[in-house]
T-cell receptor, first 109, second 115 residues
Framework: GQSLEQPSEVTAVEGAIVQINCTYQTSGFYGLSWYQQHDGGAPTFLSY????GLEETGRFSSFLSRSDSYGYLLLQELQMKDSASYFCAAPYNTDKLIFGTGTRLQVFP | DTAVSQTPKYLVTQMGNDKSIKCEQN?????MYWYKQDSKKFLKIMFS???????INETVPNRFSPKSPDKAHLNLHINSLELGDSAVYFC??????????????FGPGTRLTVL
């Protein structure tokens, strides 16, 4: 089976940098995705790391270390609109995406 | 707009009733899913269909019956609703192998409340 663990909540102020961690246990691993979900909304795709290392997309970066079974999402220059829940997710048997426990990010002015 | 759409957005019903949620995607994707998100925001896969064929049934009670009339539609029928069925149900779709891109497109969700 698979499990992906995240901190339940992270808080930060506007303009700051925040890191959301994800540790996983899996019998087979292909890569790690990140999704953002605003209250009342649907999860939307942010990034996918198939290989170790850092992937940068604008203010958001995602990192993966397979040897440590660990990844993180880095959000820079935080804005109020970044307040949302963030989920890591991993494909299992290539045909389903298993989601992490989710991290609620609150950004304060 | 190209997207995954589902109806209704809200569903309030009594215990014991039967209800359906409809989903359509016009992205041309081969694979569609139903996910359930509970009050603690855990997102759990329920079903997966590929080209109208059931691929995954995640030990969901058989009161839940998905139906895919074609690869663009995946509906969810729920019989004898229970209080514990209250949740947000998301339809989703994907095209590329999840191992390649880890990319799934979600519909707006249906908030089901069972009274």
């Amino acid at each position: 089976g698979q499990s992906l663990e995240q901190p339940s909540e992270v808080t930060a102020v506007e303009g700051a940098i925040v890191q959301i961690n994800c540790t996983y246990q899996t019998s087979g691993f292909y890569g790690l995705s990140w999704y953002q979900q605003h209250d009342g909304g649907a999860p939307t795709f942010l990034s996918y790391n198939a290989l170790d290392g850092l992937e940068e997309t604008g203010r958001f970066s995602s990192f993966l270390s397979r040897s440590d079974s660990y990844g993180y999402l880095l959000l820079q220059e935080l804005q109020m609109k970044d307040s949302a829940s963030y989920f890591c997710a991993a494909p299992y048997n290539t045909d389903k995406l298993i989601f992490g426990t989710g991290t609620r990010l609150q950004v304060f002015p | 707009d190209t997207a995954v759409s589902q109806t209704p957005k809200y569903l309030v019903t009594q215990m014991g009733n039967d209800k359906s949620i409809k989903c359509e995607q016009n992205l041309g994707h081969d694979t569609m899913y139903w996910y359930k998100q509970d009050s603690k925001k855990f997102l759990k896969i329920m079903f997966s269909y590929n080209n109208k064929e059931l691929i995954i049934n995640e030990t969901v009670p058989n009161r839940f019956s998905p139906k895919s009339p074609d690869k663009a539609h995946l509906n969810l029928h729920i019989n004898s609703l229970e209080l514990g069925d209250s949740a947000v149900y998301f339809c989703a779709s994907s095209q590329d192998s999840l191992a390649v891109r880890g990319l799934v497109f979600f519909g707006p969700g249906t908030r089901l409340t069972v009274l």
